[in-house]
């Protein structure tokens, strides 16, 4: 039997996937790192704990499913996004902690860059935002100290992971276009954007095609010999590629900490004024294809806060079930902007809001109200991309929140639309560890059609929608 070896790297934790030579899921291994929270709200992660959370998780998963290592013939990556850090290319230590993409510090740097805003977005097809690694990686020049004159890297966690693993400076197309430095109509790191953020176009790493060989690695001794790393993808193009999106039209949304909603375009990129943004699914083949995307700061996270902050929930678990038992015809909406406002509104200044409580509102109500901001945020990014001409007939989804029944009937009936769950529920890792698999042989170029898939069929009329996202509207307005 052979194996497929693949790290997830996700915002709260590494997981380390194996699959076998069907493309089944043979066994994981998890290990969460910390999230590093100051009193401003900047959100940090140790890059040397996710390494070393990376190999540990590996050998985890080898102990925990009697693999036999010699088995493994390569490996891949899905990470985090939009997630940044610099490092000493000479020493391989970062100068300073990661900067998560859910954090906003670097939003001074794009104000002071506004005027740019058109220009970027005609280059890169992303709005002007501290969301994106470029703005970070500017704050970082510009705010650590005795960094002048060494030689550095600047990368997000898939490089990162690459080059503690290969000593190879290297990324893949679906990262790079997630930057706001790589111009995705020539296919290249744009040196004018480069030089708007203070950022070295030497820093930034050789961007490949996803499926190109970045490299070999024996994951520091815990392999007996060394493999190819054949697939990089960013998590949500690697959830993509895993539900069997690669045709225009087709989309899905990842339900995680935050979520994506991507569509894929096909081969020219779509260039949206509707507070969308295009992006590139991948390169593989020797083609890329073009998405459009809408990213959503909390969405899994909205629960976590209710179970942690709020203390209305012993699980996050128990959330589907408390909010089924609410009052249905409560009307208390929670708008999640606790680091700003993602798409489509872009407004990383605003604050969250609880707002049409009425004296019966309890405990279910708020639940009821957390949960559903999860399914009116995607509503509101899938009605963005409707502006744009996609005309979607189902949505794919994926992550951890998708096991919550109440919150996936919802989503259906918000929007109008089936939608399809897979049985599994790893499909950042799965995705990246198909592109490897083909890449390298094991497997076949159509097994990421394969999937059963549980469907959600929409249940309410569209006066019961319009009535629920009128006052949704109403909610996020009081924000705007």
């Given at each position: 039997m052979?194996?497929?070896l693949s790290?997830d790297?996700?915002t709260?934790?590494?997981?380390?996937l194996?699959?076998?030579?069907t493309?089944?899921?043979?066994?994981?291994?998890d290990l969460p790192h910390r999230?590093?929270?100051?009193?401003?709200?900047?959100?940090s992660h140790?890059?040397?704990?996710?390494y070393q959370?990376?190999?540990?998780?590996?050998?985890?998963?080898?102990?925990?499913?009697?693999?036999?290592?010699?088995?493994i013939v390569?490996?891949s990556?899905?990470?985090?996004?939009?997630?940044a850090?610099?490092?000493?290319?000479d020493t391989g230590e970062?100068?300073a902690?990661a900067?998560v993409?859910?954090?906003?510090?670097?939003?001074?740097i794009c104000e002071?860059?506004?005027?740019?805003?058109?220009t970027?977005?005609?280059k890169?097809?992303?709005r002007?935002?501290p969301?994106?690694?470029?703005?970070?990686?500017?704050?970082i020049?510009e705010?650590?100290?005795d960094?002048s004159?060494?030689?550095?890297?600047?990368?997000?966690i898939?490089?990162w992971?690459?080059?503690?693993?290969?000593?190879?400076?290297?990324t893949?197309?679906?990262n790079?276009s997630?930057?706001q430095?790589?111009?995705?109509?020539t296919?290249t790191?744009?040196?004018?954007?480069c030089?708007?953020?203070?950022?070295?176009?030497?820093?930034l790493?050789e961007?490949?095609m996803s499926d190109?060989?970045?490299?070999e690695?024996?994951?520091d001794?815990?392999?007996?010999?060394k493999i190819p790393i054949?697939g990089?993808?960013?998590?949500?193009?690697g959830a993509?590629?895993?539900?069997g999106c690669?045709?225009?039209?087709?989309?899905?949304?990842?339900?995680g900490?935050?979520?994506?909603v991507m569509v894929?375009?096909?081969?020219?990129?779509?260039?949206?004024?509707?507070?969308v943004?295009?992006?590139?699914?991948?390169?593989m083949?020797?083609?890329?294809?073009?998405?459009l995307?809408?990213?959503?700061?909390?969405?899994?996270?909205?629960i976590k806060?209710v179970v942690?902050s709020?203390g209305l929930?012993?699980s996050?678990?128990?959330?589907?079930?408390v909010a089924a038992g609410a009052?249905?015809?409560d009307?208390?909406?929670?708008?999640?902007?606790?680091?700003?406002?993602g798409?489509?509104?872009w407004k990383s200044d605003?604050?969250?809001i609880?707002?049409?409580?009425s004296?019966?509102?309890?405990?279910?109500?708020?639940?009821?109200a957390?949960?559903?901001?999860?399914?009116y945020?995607i509503?509101?990014?899938?009605?963005?991309?409707?502006?744009?001409g996609?005309?979607?007939?189902?949505?794919?989804?994926?992550?951890?929140p998708?096991?919550?029944?109440?919150?996936?009937?919802f989503?259906?009936?918000i929007?109008?639309?089936?939608?399809a769950?897979?049985?599994?529920?790893?499909?950042?890792g799965?995705?990246a560890?198909?592109c490897?698999?083909?890449?390298c042989?094991?497997?076949?170029s159509?097994?990421?059609?394969?999937?059963?898939?549980?469907v959600?069929?929409?249940k309410k009329?569209k006066a019961?929608?319009e009535?629920?996202l009128d006052g949704w509207?109403?909610?996020?307005n009081?924000?705007l």
């Amino acid at each position: 039997m052979k194996h497929i070896l693949s790290i997830d790297q996700s915002t709260s934790g590494t997981k380390a996937l194996l699959l076998d030579e069907t493309g089944a899921l043979a066994g994981r291994a998890d290990l969460p790192h910390r999230q590093i929270i100051n009193q401003q709200g900047w959100v940090s992660h140790d890059p040397m704990e996710i390494y070393q959370n990376t190999i540990m998780a590996t050998r985890n998963l080898l102990n925990s499913t009697g693999a036999d290592s010699t088995s493994i013939v390569a490996m891949s990556i899905s990470n985090q996004r939009e997630t940044a850090l610099i490092w000493d290319r000479d020493t391989g230590e970062p100068v300073a902690d990661a900067v998560v993409w859910q954090c906003g510090r670097a939003q001074p740097i794009c104000e002071r860059l506004e005027s740019h805003a058109e220009t970027i977005r005609q280059k890169t097809g992303l709005r002007l935002s501290p969301y994106f690694p470029a703005a970070k990686w500017a704050w970082i020049l510009e705010n650590t100290p005795d960094i002048s004159g060494r030689s550095l890297c600047a990368g997000t966690i898939d490089s990162w992971l690459v080059c503690k693993l290969t000593g190879q400076h290297k990324t893949d197309y679906s990262n790079a276009s997630r930057s706001q430095l790589f111009n995705i109509n020539t296919l290249t790191w744009d040196e004018s954007l480069c030089h708007l953020f203070g950022v070295d176009p030497h820093m930034l790493p050789e961007v490949c095609m996803s499926d190109s060989c970045f490299g070999e690695t024996n994951m520091d001794g815990v392999l007996p010999h060394k493999i190819p790393i054949y697939g990089v993808l960013g998590d949500s193009h690697g959830a993509l590629f895993g539900q069997g999106c690669v045709e225009p039209g087709m989309g899905k949304a990842t339900y995680g900490t935050g979520s994506s909603v991507m569509v894929n375009v096909g081969q020219r990129p779509v260039f949206s004024g509707n507070g969308v943004v295009t992006s590139l699914a991948w390169g593989m083949g020797g083609k890329v294809e073009y998405v459009l995307e809408g990213n959503i700061n909390y969405t899994g996270s909205v629960i976590k806060w209710v179970v942690d902050s709020l203390g209305l929930l012993s699980s996050s678990k128990e959330a589907g079930t408390v909010a089924a038992g609410a009052n249905p015809e409560d009307d208390t909406y929670l708008v999640p902007a606790f680091t700003g406002l993602g798409a489509p509104h872009w407004k990383s200044d605003a604050k969250a809001i609880l707002c049409g409580m009425s004296r019966s509102t309890g405990r279910a109500e708020i639940v009821k109200a957390a949960e559903e901001s999860i399914g009116y945020q995607i509503a509101d990014v899938i009605d963005a991309m409707r502006c744009e001409g996609v005309s979607l007939t189902e949505l794919r989804a994926d992550g951890g929140p998708t096991r919550d029944s109440y919150l996936m009937q919802f989503q259906a009936d918000i929007l109008g639309l089936s939608v399809a769950v897979p049985e599994r529920e790893e499909l950042s890792g799965i995705g990246a560890g198909y592109c490897a698999g083909i890449a390298c042989g094991l497997y076949p170029s159509d097994i990421n059609t394969r999937a059963e898939r549980v469907v959600y069929s929409p249940k309410k009329d569209k006066a019961w929608r319009e009535k629920r996202l009128d006052g949704w509207k109403n909610a996020v307005n009081m924000l705007l």
